[in-house]
């Protein structure tokens, strides 16, 4: 007698093995769903860290752009004599304007960079907390501050596009692009153009608050700010660069209005 073997297959032990198959995810690296995110950038350390560096870096060009600003109360020969040397520093090795026009785009990269990490930053904390707390926690990121950061931000964008076009190419200028720096100066916080002097005040103010926030943000994410008598001095410091720095950009063009550098 031959033996018959039966090739059919048991639809249940089918069913069996597919149930106990393991099952693809998501993490899997062959998933077409979910590309994983790669590189420093992708990350919200990277990104803080980009916010760190490029507002490092805008801090000093304020720092210079203030005291630069401060030779106007030492006469028109000393603030045109500065002017003219941005123009002309690293000549004749280098052409003139070479390390301006290298260093304004370096300050448009950190412009950019410094805004790209803000937002993203702000939306990948919105989409991992969509639902308000209940009750609002006391901290310094939900001071005035913190609140005007958004808006601040874009004070300061159109800011700086008037002040290129008043002082720098002298489109908006009462004494146009021909003037010497001093008389720009001069001609652009005169009393009947007391809006941009006010223009000029808001702006500073919103680069105070967004310079302390963003000072004491730092010292938070390094972890200084545990222990209560470091973080009151790390209070009183953050304010008090922010203080400054606004007092001097804003000396100038006060005292030009009320008439006390001519």
Sequence with gaps: M??????????ASVDRGSA??????????????TPARRGLLGTSAGRKAVMAVTGAVLVLFLIAHMLGNLKIFLGADSFNHYAEWLRTVGSP?????????????VLAVCVVLHMWAAVSLARRAA???????AAKRKSQANGYAARTMRWGGVIIV???????????????????GDATPYARMIAGFQPDRWWVALFYLVAMVMVGL???????????????????????????TAVAV???????????PVCILIGVVK
């Design 2 to 11: 031959t033996a018959t073997v039966d090739h059919s297959v048991d639809s």
């Design 127 to 133: 989409k991992a907390r969509p639902v308000k707390y």
């Design 158 to 176: 159109l800011f700086v596009v008037w002040h290129l076009l008043d002082m720098t190419f002298g489109t908006v200028n009462p004494e146009g």
């Design 210 to 236: 967004h310079l302390r926030h963003g000072m004491w943000s730092a010292f938070q994410s390094l972890g200084l700010t545990r222990r209560p008598q470091v973080r009151s001095t790390l209070q009183t």
């Design 242 to 252: 922010s203080a400054v720095l606004v007092i001097g950009f804003v000396a100038a």
């Design 93 to 105: 090795a280098l052409p003139n304007r070479t390390v301006l026009t290298i260093t304004e785009i």
């Design 20 to 33: 106990t198959a393991p099952v693809p995810t998501h993490n899997s690296p062959n998933s077409p769903r």
